[in-house]
């Protein structure tokens, strides 16, 4: 899941290298933390959080196989 979201980002952003994703996990779920330059805030967050949105229902499906549940935050 961690690498998802980071070729999700890099792909969202002007500034690919300044994308890091943190994962943490305990034995109910997965967070992933998205952190990216603030200048592309914008750009991974969309207008009224519609592109933030689209990336969490995206690893959220690609982790059905997951007994767990994903949490994706986006900080700066």
Known sequence: MKELLEVIARNLVDYPDKVSVSQSE???SILLEL????EDMGKVIGKQGRIAKAIRTVVKAAAVHEDKKIIVEIVQ
Do not use: F, K, S, W
Not at 35 to 38: D, E, L, Q, S, W
């Open 35 to 38: 952190r990216v330059a603030p």
């Open 26 to 28: 305990n034995e109910r």
